[in-house]
Nanobody, 126 residues
Framework: QVQLVESGGGLVQAGGSLRPSCAAS????????MAWFLQAPGKEREFVAA????????KNADSVKGRFTISRDNTKNMVYLQMNRLKPEDTAVYYC???????????????????WGPGTQVTVSS
């Protein structure tokens, strides 16, 4: 049974920082690509960032490049999203996701991710 649980969202002023975390269960966590997605009200779920099983390779959406950094700690089954220079348009529910299969490909396709957490709300005020 795989479970993902996000935490660390919150309310922050524009220009501030947050660091949501994702705790994952499962003995094979370190073999999978992990990712963060966001979903704003009335919009589809969007890719934010992904990280390879080793943590050595990452991919970011253009909208967050230079501001957000994804990382992982395989010894703790944790994934993190360091969010800096936050903007009001970053306001959304942020979801952690695990890839369907062992893969070195960092995909932006949400349908290639099988397990999802319940999400954590990030609200950026102007």
């Amino acid at each position: 049974q795989v479970q993902l649980v996000e935490s660390g969202g919150g309310l922050v002023q524009a220009g501030g920082s947050l660091r949501p975390s994702c705790a994952a269960s499962g003995r094979t966590f370190s073999r999978y690509v992990m990712a963060w997605f966001l979903q704003a009200p009335g919009k589809e779920r969007e890719f934010v960032a992904a990280i390879s099983w080793s943590g050595e390779i990452t991919k970011n959406a253009d909208s967050v490049k230079g501001r957000f950094t994804i990382s992982r700690d395989n010894t703790k089954n944790m994934v993190y999203l360091q969010m800096n220079r936050l903007k009001p348009e970053d306001t959304a529910v942020y979801y952690c996701a695990r890839s369907k299969s062992y893969s070195s490909i960092l995909t932006r396709d949400r349908y290639e991710y099988e397990y999802w957490g319940p999400g954590t709300q990030v609200t950026v005020s102007s």
